[in-house]
């Protein structure tokens, strides 16, 4: 269920996590079950969609690190390119995947916004790029984790 080092309760306490009945009109879906409250700017601090113990109560638990965020290199080796109806995402210049637009229930206006933010969630959240690299065939997988052995 979760796998973070804290508990959910936790989370709560720490303003780490929220119950999504209580706050889903301040937040927007950005990507998978990826959301961010509407009125922060800053695309690093990204919350995940996740079941509480009782499967039809749901949270966002936050996905960002504060060591991780205090640690993060400006030099981002990851880039996203947007195509018509798709992202193509590239790690030190090497297209890593390409996925549908449709498939992260983004609409074509919010498009726009992901190359500002998807990089550094990517930077910074290691649970994410395992979540991309999932979006991409078994024997892709393993070429990019040879030659990029960082992202295994």
Do not use: C, H
């Amino acid at each position: 269920m979760i796998d973070y080092n804290k508990t959910l309760l936790e989370k709560i306490l720490l303003k780490k996590a929220y119950k999504l009945s209580d706050v889903k009109d301040k937040i927007v879906k950005v990507a998978f079950d990826v959301v961010k409250f509407k009125d922060n700017d800053d695309m690093s601090n990204l919350w995940q969609v996740v079941n509480g113990d009782n499967d039809d109560e749901q949270y966002i638990v936050a996905m960002y690190d504060d060591l991780l965020e205090k640690q993060a290199s400006s030099a981002n080796p990851w880039y996203v390119e947007v195509g018509k109806d798709n992202l193509s995402i590239f790690y030190k210049n090497e297209q890593i995947a390409k996925v549908a637009a449709n498939k992260l229930g983004l609409d074509k206006k919010e498009l726009a916004f992901v190359p500002e933010y998807l990089p550094k969630t990517l930077l910074k959240n290691k649970k994410m790029v395992s979540n991309l690299l999932k979006e991409v065939s078994a024997s892709m997988r393993q070429e990019i984790i040879k030659k990029f052995p960082e992202l295994g």
